[in-house]
């Protein structure tokens, strides 16, 4: 039996990760605890296939804050 270096034990795809990442707006230690996986690997492949980061405000859309938060700002 060969060892096969290329191997994808968790069959990831640039295709899944900006579909999961982007569009359904999961952070990566929530893919990663429903595929199975450790978030350090997720990030590796976010990593590899080029995903850029979203910046907070992408995160937070459409998100209200609490009335002492809103208190807090003025």
């Known amino acids: 039996m060969e060892f096969c ?21 999961k952070s990566l230690p929530q893919i990663a605890k429903e595929i199975g996986m450790p978030y350090e690997t ?7 296939f080029g995903i850029l980061t979203h910046p907070p405000s992408f995160w937070a859309t459409g ?5 002492k938060t809103e208190f807090r700002k003025g």
């Not at 270096?5 to 707006?25: A, P, S």
């Not at 997720?42 to 590899?48: A, G, H, I, P, S």
């Not at 998100?63 to 009335?67: A, C, E, G, V």
């Open 63 to 67: 998100k209200r804050l609490s009335p």
């Open 5 to 25: 270096k290329n191997i994808n034990k968790w069959k990831i795809t640039k295709e899944f990760l900006i579909q999961e990442y982007t569009q359904n707006k």
């Open 42 to 48: 997720l990030f590796w492949y976010k990593k590899k």
